[in-house]
Each structure stands twice: as C-alpha cells, then as structure tokens.
C-alpha cells in the first residue's frame, strides 16, 4: 500500500485497514469488507461528484480488498479518472493489478499513459512505463511498443527512465514478440552499455541478453562492450563503485549478466578482446582464492555468483584448458564446503566440465571426494547430482569402481532416483564393459539389488548381448544358475534365467549339480510366483528344454498336460501350453530342432536403455548425455578438423589406454560420417563395433528403439507361429 | 478409535490437547491448524484427511473441537461423542467459549480421561458424572468409602444413567418437543423438499427408579390399534392424527428391544435434563409461513422487490421471531424499503434486507416493498439470485407430532402416575427455511 505518511496519509483507509486486521474471524472480516463495499458503491453512484482524495481513498480501499482476495468488478472508471489527477500513482496501482481486458477502458487509459509518456515529469513516465509492463497486453503493447524505444535511447531521458524503460520493453517483447521491431535502434540500445549510470546498464543487459538470444547476429557487437565493461568492473576497487557495491563485491548482479549476455555468442574472434575477457575470467577465478573480505553470507553468494557465472561461461567456451582445470580445481575445493547449496553448485557444474576433454581427467581426480557426497550426503537433491556427476565422469579406467560404487549405494538409495541410478549404472555397465562377464554379473546384482526398478529395457539388453556373444553365454548360464538359488527371487531375475537357460542351459548342464532336471526344477519352483507373461516366457523357456535334453520331455509334458497350463484362465498361456504340448509330441526331433533352434544374433542397435534415461529426463531439463551430444557435434563442426589424425591413432590403439579422451574419441571415429547428424541420439552405436561393424541403419530413430523392445518376446510369438504351422 | 481430541481457538492456537493413542503425533496438531483452521478456502466438509489422518471437527461459535484418528472409524459415532463432549462441558460450565475453556481446562482433562478411554467413548451421561467429577475441592474428603463404592456399581453397573435413593417432594416432570422444519420451495410455490427434524426433551425430577412409558400419535401404533378396535371409521380418523416417523434414535434408556417388538418407549429416565429421543418425518408437513416473492428488474441500475408472507396456522396460535431474509445483488448502491409490519433494514455488511417481526397470528398476511438501485458493472456476471430465507418460532409441531401419554410407574415408592405432574410444551422453529426468487 502507498504509506501512509506525513501530508499524503488517507485516514479512512488506515482505519479500514487496522479493522480489518482486527477482526476476530473470517466472518467478520467478510461482513466488514461487504458493509466497505456497499458504503464505496454508495458513494460511487455518480450522480454526487466526489473530490479528488475521496476518490483516492476509495480505489485505495477496492485494491486493499481484491488483494485481499475479493472479487472486484466496479471502481474501475474512477480509477482512469484518477490517472489525469495530479497524484496518479493509486491510480496506477489499481489498474495494473486489477485491469482485465476491457475494450473501453483500455482506450482511455492508454490516452492516460500516452500523455503521461509525453509530459517531461520522470515520476509520470516511470509510473506509466511501470503499468504497461505489469499489465504487459497485447493491445498496450500495440499502442507503445514504438514509443518506448525512443524513450529508451532518447539523449534527454532521466536515468530512472530510462532504467524502467528498458525492462518495460523486455517486457512487453517477451509477451509479444512480434510487435517489438528494434531495426534501427538496435546499435544504440547495444551502446546502453557504455552508459554511465549502472542501473542503466543492468537494466538494459537483460532486455539485450533476451534480444540476442532471439537475433544473434544483430546484436553481436554487444560482445566487445560487454567484454570491456566487466573487465571495468572486476579489476576496479570496491570502493569505485559507490552505489553498486555489495558487501564489498563491485556490481555483483551487472557482472553475472554480462556473464551470462557472453555465453550467448562463441568465443570472440577478435584476439585484443578474448585476451581482455581470459584477463577477466582468470581475476575472478583469482579472486575466489582471496580471504573474504566480510565473514557476512552476502558477501559470499554474491562472490560466489559471479565465479559459478564464470565458470558456466569457461565451460561454454570449452577451448581453454587452463581455465578448464582452473575451474574443476575450484570446484573441487567447493565439493568439500559446508555449505549444501555450494555442494550442489559444484556438483552441478563439475557434470558439465566433466563431458569437456580438457578438464575430464581433473574432474576424475575428485573421484573420492564425490563417491563420498553420494554416501553421506544429507540432501537428496546433493546425492542425485552426485550420482549424475559420477555418471559423467566414468570412462573406462575407473568404470569398475564407480559402478560398484553406485550399485551398493542403489541398496540405500532414495526411492525417487532408484529409476534413474538403475539405468545409469546399466549404461555404464554396458558402455565400458571389457570384460562381458563383469557385465552379466554387474547387470545380475542390479537386478537382485533393485529389481522393481529394472525396466524391460534393461533385461532385454542383458540378453541381447549375451545373445550376441558367445563368450559369456557359459558364464551367464552359470551365473543366472546361481542366482536363482536364492529363496527369493527378482521377477525380472526370473525372466533373465528363464530367457538364458531356455537358450544356454545345455552349456551348464554337463556338472550334475545343474542337470538339466534341476535346472528345470528350479524355474519351474519360481513359475507360481509369476505374473502371466513371465510365465509365457517360462513356457517357451520349458519347450526348448525338451529340445536342448529330451530326457526332460516326460517331466515338462506332465507339467504342460496339467489343468493349471492347458486350462488355464489366460488365453495366452493355455495357447501356449496347448501348442508346445502338441509340438513336442508330435514334432520329431529334427523338426524341434529346427524350430527351437537357439535365437539369431540380434542387429547392432544402439541402446534403448540411453534413450530411456532421455526421455525419463524430460525433454525440458539439459541432461548430462544431451550436453555430452550437443558438445560433441560442436567439437566436431568447430575443431574436429585438427583433431582428427590424433583420434585416428587413438582409435586404433588398444582402447584401454587410461586417457580421458579416449573414449569420447573412440566414438567419434566409429559413427560412420553420413550418420552424424544424427549422432545426437546414437551414443552407444560404438559399444559393439569390435564385435562387429555398425550396420549402416545404425543411426536408428526413435521408432526403431521402441521395435528395439519388443523383440525377444516378438521372437518367441513368431517362433509359436511356425510351431504351430509345423504341427498342423 | 479416537486417537487424540484437540480444541482450538479461533486463531488455531491449542487450548487442550489430549493423545490417546501413539499414533497421534505432535505434528498432527499443527496439520489440523494450517490445513483447515487456516485453509485458504474455507473447508466446508466436517471431515478431513491429511495425511492418511482422519480429523473430524464440529465448531461451537469460535471455538474449534476435532478428533483425530489414523483408523478407520465411524464417522457417525465420532460426531455423536464430539456433540455429546460438548453437552458435557456446556452442562459443566455453560457456553463453550474460548475464556470458559481456559478457566476449567483442569476440568476438561478431568473429563477427558473419563469419557474416552484409550480412544473408545465411556459413560458421558452429565448425571452420572457429576457424582464423581466436581469443580469444588478433592471430592475425597466428603466422600465416604461407602458413597465410592456406590458411585462404583453405578457407574459399572446396569443403569448407569441413574444413581438409587433419589427423592423429590414434588414428582415433575417437564417435556418439550423442539422441532425444526426445513423447506426449499419453488418461486411458483411448488415444495422441492421439506422435512422436520424433531426432539424430544425432557427433565425429570421423579423419585426413587420409576418406570416410563411414553405414548405419541405414531402411525405404526395408531394402526395397530385401529385395526384392533376393527372399526373403520376409527382407523381413519386416527389416521390423519397419526404421523409417518421416517427414522428415530434413542438416548440410551429407552429398551429397544421393547420398541423393537411392541413399538413402545419405556424407560427409566436419568435424572434431570436430556434428551429421550430424535426423529425425522417427511410426509405431511405443516408449513408455517408461505414466502411469495416478486422480483422485478427495471433495467440495469434498478430492482423491484415485493415479498408477501402468509402464516398458515391456527388462528388463535402466535408466532414469535419473524425474520425474513431477501439477499440483494453485490452491486447494490442503495435500498429504500417500505413494509407494513415490523422493522425492514438494508444490511449491507450481509447483503441482504432483514425484516423482522415480533408476533404474528395464524392466517394472517404481511407485505414488503423494496427499490434496489444497482451500480453499473462492466462484469457480465448475472446475479445468482440466492433464495430468500426465513426464521421463526410457533407454538405447536409442524411434523404434527403429538404427545399422547406418559406414565410413570414406580412400585416401591407410594406415588402413582397421577401425582405426578407433567408438562408438555411444543416449539416449531425454522431450520433452512427458504424459497427461491
């Protein structure tokens, strides 16, 4: 509310107020406020002209009771007229809160504005510029979007003015874009940059930071004057800039948005400038290692604001390391503060300094550091980042460790991120697995461990590649063998075993601890406990047990002819219990075998996993994977070129080399040439490129994951098809 | 069951908070206070879930009572015991407000602990626990060991509403049936719903353990009998005497099996105030007052109202705290009104004219005239038009309730149902009484 104070105090309204603030319960304040409005209405009946401070008091008191969340739908003429009184500020007030988009009255109030605009009183125009951005319509927008840039670059103009101005028009330009042409004033609003008021400039750089966003090009001079204006404030004293100094922090907010306008554009070409900005960047990176001038919390966020703007833009460039580690080294220090909010910071942008080749290794160095927040931590949203930053910072030395890291920390973690930690790890798993028998085993705990957190997508990978390689298929028999020993299984477990033995049991089936008998015995104590399509999974899984050892057949046949398989309630599972019966006696044993005959290598595809993770991610929020994309196609347009016999040679090494680029690079060389514009979603397509070349599809889209999904039990049912067609 | 009981004030602030159970922790204290008692919109449902917590509250002036719960309870019997608690404390220290609550919360804990026991209501008859809990001093010292052990056995033993060895010179005894009626009626007149909800209430300062039978025009007991006699004709007048109770309930005295079986009430009544029995009826109701509005709009900045009310009893009978309700529109900007009876007073701290009328005869007619200026609003929401509502007290039973005997026996003692003297009283008043405009 206006104060009430000195000459301008509004009696009745003060009363009004402490009256309402004095009412015991909700009803009186109701009956108080009806009796107000009745009294206002009274007196606003028209034929009695009311004077001015009436007037005042009145549309006063109807903007105390809407804030007050009342319906107010009278009052709103009186408040126009107020405007062409000499004290228009309640008026004002009223009408930027309260304003709905009434054809007539806007007319009027926008004479109202228009003549305010032009009388020469700063105090009128801010108070005019300051309601045609509250109330920011379309049709205001119309009528002043011409006007207010002449205001804005105007020589004559009040600083005041000219600040509100500025965001009056980023404001109306936010609303509707299209109605705000700057053309020809564009070189002088860049050049507001150079103002000598700070509030001017701080005001104008938001409306140019949004302008440039939409028309770099148009704006691009804006970099060099940016540039010169934030080395002006970092290397000048706190003392220098009286009003803009914060807790000793010269501009804290001007700088941050200067930052900030900078990582609109890419590095400038021009060498006097980048030099300038390095200078910049490297003294506020100087200045993090000062003692701090006040033990006050105002002091350091503002100081730390600047630096976390600077490091954001350091990582934006992406081209010099020095900087690159300079800042990774003071993150680190941050990851061990006290303060969470720093914690998260740091975590945060070590993600994104952690995809960047040159800080990679400094970031992997914070290894130790960052396994320990994602135990201790007391702040779930510190632990995510966390997890986020070790997915990030994994590559193929330290795999291993981080992976074991994450699984045992997935036994305590919160139920929020569970999901997330499980396609992570299984990412991980896969992308740096060289040994695959690590990889069925670190898959396997994923499963005991959080085994409702395991979508299909997971389990349907684990198959594929232990389809696909021949070397682990022993091991994952044996190992799925054993897992299922436990008295409690995973469903998904269940699923993993029944696919696997179905497929690979005769490879286990020589010790006489895993006959096939007991193979089957085993699955077949977990199939009650099933939901029906596992269980249609454990019927294929049986029929190819009468394939892969016929002295089964008597035991499995017994178990299909029983009343729970072939009349079962399920059409699906009665079907395929009716089928597999009739198949296995009559079928002979070459046609059984021919029709179970072990799966066909699936296709190279990339991993549905990744594209799950994506999309869990939402398409709104940068995710780690999307920036690794986004740098790596940058990498490739901008710098690739002569980067590229070194990738080369990398490539052709043995891959296990401890370099941190080596993987990033790896990648690159594989995807083939044509596929890179569409690399943006194929991350994993190398994964399998020594087992075989990529295919030329293997730049798949979406619909192709998702036809990705669905294949082992597609399988299965084609395989159905044909067995019922032999039987016929 | 009830795992705790909390009162608040009007501003949220505990005046008494009992736990019954552990489940009821400190936080659901607070729960309560920022989710209802400050909600921003208004909570309107007696019963709220936060938290897989259940808080039932019924609000007595500024005072807020609820009891929480984490099981799943009977709503109906909460409320029963939160109405009932409220009984107790009123017959304890009079109104419920948030000063007499402070001055006798030592009472309230008092009363507490005896009346829920681990969260499962116990005896609450006031009767009986005035014997055992009083506001003077430690009741130890007056009471022998004997009186204890008397208080005991009744307390535990099967009339618990009632102590032996009571003894009055004069044997009273007072009954008033207290109704309300409810109607919502159409512009044309035509009733869209009507009922009577209905108590009776009685005091009784009979000596010794008397036996009461209460008799009333019920149409079950009236056919019965009429089909006994085998007269038609008796049938038939009976019958438009006798009234259809829709659904009834009983203070614990009453011998339902005896109701259940002969549709008597016999009972051995507690001593002093209560209330033997509720009821409802929605056949037959007598309206006591008809409301014929008349509204007309005179453009867009004027309003006509006229209301006409017609009483509609016997002649000889008055009716008493006439007040009729007309709501105005929200833009109104001024309101002249003219009626023949009464006072009529545009209030606009509720929006609405209020007209009252001390007394009023039965077939009589009364009339208002209003003139409603409005402010032109440039909001092209029409007025919802809320009915016009009505308040009033008559002196006989809209649902046509009447009482036809009640007989004390008592065998021990030498006085018959006629030394007895009785008193019976009836009062109509309204409930939501309204019709539409």
């Not at chain 1, 003071?330 to 070590?350: D, I, K, P, V, W």
């Not at chain 1, 699923?495 to 601890?513: Q, S, T, W």
């Not at chain 1, 394939?547 to 057949?553: D, I, M, S």
Request: net charge neutral; charged share 25%.
């Amino acid at each position: 509310m206006p104060a009430v104070s000195k000459g301008d105090g509004m009696r009745g309204l003060a009363v009004f107020i402490s009256d309402i603030r004095n009412c015991k319960s909700k009803e009186a304040e109701i009956k108080r406020i009806n009796k107000e409005l009745a009294n206002i209405r009274s007196k606003f009946k028209g034929d009695k002209a009311l004077d001015g401070y009436s007037k005042k008091k009145y549309v006063c008191k109807l903007l105390f009771i809407f804030l007050l969340g009342h319906d107010i739908d009278f009052g709103h003429m009186e408040a126009v007229n107020l405007l062409s009184s000499n004290k228009p500020a309640g008026g004002y007030l009223f009408i930027s809160v309260l304003v709905n988009s009434n054809s007539e009255l806007i007319r009027l109030i926008n004479n109202a504005i228009k003549n305010d605009l032009s009388s020469r009183n700063p105090t009128f125009m801010c108070l005019a510029l300051h309601c045609i951005a509250n109330v920011g319509s379309r049709e205001m927008a119309e009528a002043f979007a011409s006007e207010i840039p002449r205001i804005l670059v105007a020589g004559d103009t009040m600083d005041s003015v000219k600040q509100s101005a500025a965001l009056c028009l980023l404001r109306l330009y936010k609303t509707s874009p299209d109605l705000v042409l700057m053309g020809e004033w564009t070189s002088r609003v860049v050049h507001l940059l150079n103002d000598q008021h700070m509030g001017v400039v701080t005001a104008a750089i938001s409306l140019i930071t949004c302008l440039s966003q939409k028309n770099p090009d148009e704006f691009k001079t804006c970099v060099s004057l940016a540039v010169s204006r934030l080395s002006r404030i970092v290397s000048s004293a706190s003392t220098d800039l009286q009003d803009y100094t914060y807790y000793f922090v010269p501009a804290p907010w001007l700088s941050c948005k200067l930052l900030r306008l900078l990582q609109c554009y890419p590095p400038p070409e021009d060498g006097a400038v980048k030099g300038r900005l390095v200078e910049c960047l490297e003294t506020i990176l100087n200045k993090a290692q000062e003692p701090p001038k006040s033990k006050k919390v105002q002091h350091s966020n503002a100081k730390n604001a600047i630096l976390f703007e600077a490091i954001s833009l350091i990582i934006h460039y992406d081209s010099e390391p020095n900087l690159l580690v300079r800042a990774c080294n003071q993150l680190g220090q941050f990851l061990q503060h006290r303060e969470t909010n720093l914690r998260y910071l740091a975590l945060e942008s070590m993600c994104t300094l952690a995809s960047s080749e040159f800080s990679h290794e400094a970031v992997k160095t914070h290894i130790e550091t960052v396994i320990n927040a994602l135990k201790t931590e007391r702040d779930v949203s510190v632990r995510q980042r966390a997890a986020d930053l070790l997915y990030a910072m994994c590559d193929r030395s330290n795999a291993k460790q981080i992976v074991a890291e994450m699984l045992s920390y997935l036994e305590t973690a919160d139920y929020s991120i569970r999901e997330e930690m499980v396609l992570k790890v299984a990412i991980l798993a896969e992308k740096y697995a060289v040994d695959y028998s690590w990889y069925v085993d670190t898959i396997l705990n994923l499963i005991r461990i959080a085994g409702d957190y395991v979508s299909e997508e997971v389990w349907y990978r684990v198959i594929q590649i232990v389809i696909n390689r021949d070397d682990v298929q022993g091991y994952a028999a044996k190992t799925v063998f054993e897992a299922l020993q436990a008295p409690a299984c995973h469903e998904n477990m269940v699923k993993v075993g029944g696919y696997i033995l179905g497929e690979f049991g005769n490879l286990i089936a020589g010790d006489p601890r895993s006959s096939p008998l007991v193979q089957f015995n085993l699955l077949h104590s977990k199939f009650h406990l099933c939901s029906v399509p596992t269980r249609a999974l454990l019927l294929s899984a049986y029929i190819k047990f009468i394939n892969l050892f016929p002295e089964t057949k008597a035991t499995i046949q017994e178990v299909l002819r029983c009343d729970s398989q072939i009349r079962n309630s399920d059409v699906e599972l009665q079907q395929r219990a009716v089928e597999y019966l009739k198949l296995s006696s009559i079928a002979s044993t070459d046609v059984l075998a021919t029709v179970l005959e072990e799966m066909p290598p699936f296709p190279e595809r990339e991993s549905s996993i990744l594209a799950k993770l994506k999309k869990k991610k939402g398409p709104g929020t940068v995710s780690v994977t999307d920036l690794e994309d986004s740098k790596r196609e940058g990498g490739e347009l901008n710098g690739g070129g002569e980067r590229g016999p070194d990738t080369a040679a990398m490539a052709s090494s043995n891959a296990s080399t401890p370099s941190p680029s080596a993987d990033l690079l790896g990648i690159r060389s594989a995807a083939p040439v044509g596929a890179a514009p569409a690399s943006a979603g194929s991350l994993l397509v190398d994964v399998f490129s020594e087992a075989g070349p990529a295919a030329p599809s293997a730049a798949v889209n979406d619909d192709g994951f998702l036809r990705d999904l669905e294949q082992p039990t597609e399988t299965c049912d084609s395989l159905l098809v044909e067995g019922s067609g032999d039987s016929e | 069951m009830i795992g705790g009981l909390f009162i608040y004030n009007h501003k949220g602030e505990v005046l008494i908070s009992r736990v019954y159970r552990d489940d009821i922790g400190r936080n659901a204290v607070d729960a309560f206070r920022v989710n209802v008692i400050h909600a921003r919109q208004q909570v309107r449902s007696p019963v709220t879930n936060i938290a897989r917590t259940s808080f039932f509250h019924v609000k007595r002036s500024n005072i807020w009572l609820a009891a929480v719960t984490k099981q799943n309870v009977n709503a109906a019997m909460v409320f029963e015991f939160l109405y009932k608690m409220c009984d107790v404390m009123t017959a304890y220290f009079g109104k419920i407000s948030e000063e007499n609550i402070k001055n006798n919360f030592v009472l309230i804990y008092e009363l507490l602990d005896e009346i829920l026991d681990f969260g499962y209501p116990q005896n609450s008859e006031t009767g009986a626990l005035k014997t055992f809990i009083t506001q003077q001093g430690i009741k130890g010292q007056h009471q022998t060991k004997e009186e204890q052990s008397q208080i005991t056995s009744q307390v535990t033993g099967q009339i618990g509403w009632r102590r032996e060895g009571i003894k009055y010179r004069r044997n009273e005894l007072f009954l008033d049936v207290l109704e309300s009626v409810n109607l919502l009626m159409s512009p044309q007149g035509q009733v869209l719903s009507a009922h009577v909800s209905g108590r009776v209430v009685m005091k009784s300062y009979l000596s010794g353990m008397p036996e009461c039978k209460f008799g009333m025009n019920d149409k079950i007991v009236i056919d019965k009998q009429g089909k006994g006699g085998t007269t038609d004709d008796a049938g038939k007048s009976s019958g438009k005497q006798s009234i259809a109770i829709d659904d009834c309930t009983f203070h614990q005295c009453v011998r339902l099996s005896k109701f259940d079986s002969e549709r008597s009430i016999s009972f051995i009544p507690p001593d002093g105030e209560y209330e033997l029995m509720r009821y409802r009826t929605t056949k037959d109701i007598i309206l006591p007052f008809r409301v014929i509005p008349l509204v007309r709009e005179v453009g867009r900045t004027k309003l006509e109202v006229k209301v006409v009310i017609k009483s509609n009893f016997k002649p000889s009978l008055l009716a008493q705290k006439i007040e009729v309700r007309i709501p105005t529109p929200l833009n109104t900007s001024g309101v002249q009104v003219i009626c023949m009876k009464g006072k009529a007073k545009y209030k606009a701290s509720e929006n609405a004219i209020v007209w009252k009328i001390k007394r009023m005869a039965g077939m009589k007619e009364s009339q208002i005239s209003a003139e409603i200026e409005l402010l032109p609003t440039n909001d092209k929401k029409k007025w919802a038009r809320p009915p016009i509502s009505m308040n009033f007290e008559v002196p006989f039973a809209p649902s046509g309730l009447k009482v036809r005997y009640l007989k004390v026996f008592e065998s021990k003692l030498n006085y018959s149902d006629h030394d007895v003297i009785k008193w019976v009283r009836y009062i109509g008043r309204s409930g939501i009484y309204e019709t539409r405009c």
